[in-house]
């Protein structure tokens, strides 16, 4: 009997392991998910501001040149 408890206690003990873990790459998963989210938006904004800047100097260099 006392190796039948071995088993079922070393068992648990896996299996305690193996949720734990799983939770953890779950919410690393999550998380990463949402910085690449993040990532990309920042990306965009980035991108039309530099358009923005680019659209200026074009209507500035116009209208400092005679």
């Avoid at 965009?44 to 074009?58: F, G």
């Amino acid at each position: 009997m006392l190796q039948m408890s071995k088993l079922l206690n070393s068992r648990d003990k896996w299996k305690n392991k193996a949720t734990e873990r799983a939770a953890e790459l779950r919410e690393l998963r999550k998380t990463q998910k949402r910085h690449l989210k993040k990532i990309a938006e920042l990306k965009r904004n980035n991108c039309q501001l530099e358009q923005l800047v680019e659209a200026k100097k074009t209507l500035l260099s116009s209208i400092s040149q005679p």
